[in-house]
């Protein structure tokens, strides 16, 4: 696996339709750490986790490998973004609390992430990863239209690296101390528009669209209106959630 840049052309998109990860996260994350001066949260996109670390954290660096991303970030007094490779942060040696990579590991070189990871953190510091995986969502009809769209439609056009996602990172090595993690729910509700949108923030949506020429969601919209009933009636969307934590 190898940083790529697969969002750059939906980053305005990402920004405003990516679901948040729930506070309990980053309230347990809190936990684990002595010291709570500086997080790093890498793979940041658009921040939509570096804004909740800021909560706990004095400060927290936020990188991404996309400069659309960065761009696109939810400004905060305590988040310093910044566009780096997750391979090459530019931070000090052992000066962070924390380092974390919500949605974004399967993108990494991951041996060079991991060692880099040991670089910058403290002893005893904690790297924490995790993924959400294939939604659910209200609604039998609905829901067998959306696994449809996901598997089927723009299936072919996910990257390689999204078998990670669905395995929620089971595959990949993760050589530190293992630290149990609870079980955390992940879960919005969402009118129909909402959820086309997030539909469209994903990479698999952006390939289908440049190389056919043709917005898939837009006949997934028409599909989706005919079982969904009032347009602004909001329904459960929930991905299974996987974290895995690590002390040095």
Do not use: K, N
């Amino acid at each position: 696996m190898t940083s790529s840049d697969h969002f750059s052309p939906v980053a305005r998109t990402y920004a405003q339709a990516r679901p948040h990860y729930p506070a309990a996260l980053f309230a347990w994350l809190s936990g684990l750490c002595d010291r709570h001066d500086l997080a790093w949260d890498c793979g940041a996109g658009s921040g939509q986790a570096s804004v909740a670390l800021a909560q706990h954290f004095a400060s927290v660096i936020a990188t991404d490998f996309s400069a659309a991303q960065i761009v696109q970030a939810a400004a905060h007094p305590r988040v310093d973004y910044r566009v780096a490779p997750a391979e090459a942060s530019g931070l000090e040696a052992g000066a962070v609390d924390l380092v974390t990579v919500a949605q974004a590991l399967h993108w990494f070189d991951v041996t060079a992430f991991f060692d880099e990871v040991r670089r910058v953190l403290r002893p005893g510091g904690v790297l924490a990863v995790w993924t959400y995986g294939i939604q659910t969502v209200a609604g039998d009809e609905v829901d067998r239209l959306v696994q449809s769209f996901y598997r089927d439609e723009v299936g072919p056009y996910w990257p390689p690296e999204r078998r990670h996602v669905e395995d929620g990172y089971r595959s990949i090595p993760f050589p530190f101390d293992p630290i149990d993690a609870p079980v955390f729910s992940m879960s919005v509700d969402w009118t129909l528009d909402q959820l086309l949108a997030y539909f469209r923030s994903w990479s698999a949506t952006a390939r289908y669209t440049r190389e056919r020429g043709v917005d898939p969601v837009a006949d997934l919209a028409v599909r989706l209106a005919r079982v969904w009933g009032d347009p602004l009636a909001r329904r459960r969307v929930e991905w299974p959630l996987s974290v895995l934590a690590g002390r040095v």
